[in-house]
């Protein structure tokens, strides 16, 4: 899908955090002492910031972006933890995908309405459309299983910075609340300017950005319960489903 490859580079963009506590009342790392992150160059600000987010236990990242800035909106409501997660994606307004990770296994499930945006009405959105699906979460993503990297927390968390992007601080400020330093970075996937918080840890709390939209990352480290949909089938057994035929000798 086209209009998912500067989003995906954008959201795809954070770093993953740790220590401090989790506070179930403000969904912010209980530390506000500062960090002095803001007192680093650019580039080392970065650094510093994926290091101490590369232990996170878990992120929750929403917004939205368009592709080149133009286009279907496409929208993410994602809780991420280490082997367990649940999302939802909408493209244009069109609710898209449902995805859940627990227990070693990624169920995902394409909406009838979101099946239709992308093959057209037919056969292969009804079949589609509106059913869980389940592989091994560690399932190749390249073969199309699954959410990809919107559906793994450090795969997505990690791409963020743009490997031989320029980096350049802007400022100091606040995200609703939050103290933080502004880093505008800008590589082949175009510009974007991250927001760190300058107490507790250095976590990315904001990601903004014509190809980026707006995208932001909280509640680090907060607990991720999932629970498994009943009824999923796998991807080859969806397909025998399509044309009976492929089971070969096999009764039905």
């Not at 080392?44 to 290091?51: G, Q, V, Y």
């Not at 499930?109 to 589609?128: D, F, N, Q, V």
């Not at 505008?184 to 990315?204: C, F, H, M, N, W």
Request: with cysteine.
């Amino acid at each position: 899908m086209a209009v998912s490859a500067a989003a995906l580079a954008l959201v795809g963009g954070v770093m993953a955090g740790c220590g401090g506590g989790y506070d179930a009342q403000s969904g912010a790392a209980t530390s506000d002492e500062p960090n002095g992150v803001e007192k680093l160059p650019a580039k080392e600000i970065l650094t510093t910031s994926a290091a101490a987010m590369g232990t996170a236990s878990s992120v929750t990242v929403s917004g939205s972006a368009q592709d080149d800035g133009s286009g279907p909106e496409l929208s993410l409501d994602l809780v991420l933890g280490t082997g367990v997660g649940e999302g939802t994606t909408s493209l244009g307004g069109t609710p898209l995908m449902e995805f859940r990770e627990t227990g070693g296994k990624m169920y995902w499930k394409i909406t009838r309405e979101g099946a239709e945006a992308i093959l057209g009405p037919g056969e292969a959105s009804t079949l589609i459309g509106g059913r869980w699906l389940v592989a091994p979460a560690d399932a190749d993503s390249d073969e199309g299983l699954g959410p990809g990297a919107f559906g793994d927390k450090d795969e997505l968390l990690a791409s963020l910075v743009q490997e031989g992007a320029t980096a350049t601080v802007t400022g100091t400020g606040e995200v609703k609340g939050t103290p933080v330093v502004f880093v505008r970075t800008k590589g082949s996937d175009g510009a974007s300017t991250l927001a760190i918080q300058t107490v507790g840890e250095p976590y990315v709390v904001q990601v903004k950005g014509k190809e980026a939209g707006n995208i932001e990352f909280t509640n680090w480290n907060a607990p991720v319960t999932v629970t498994a949909p009943t009824g999923a089938v796998s991807p080859d057994e969806l397909m025998k489903d399509a044309d009976p035929s492929s089971s070969g000798s096999s009764s039905g």
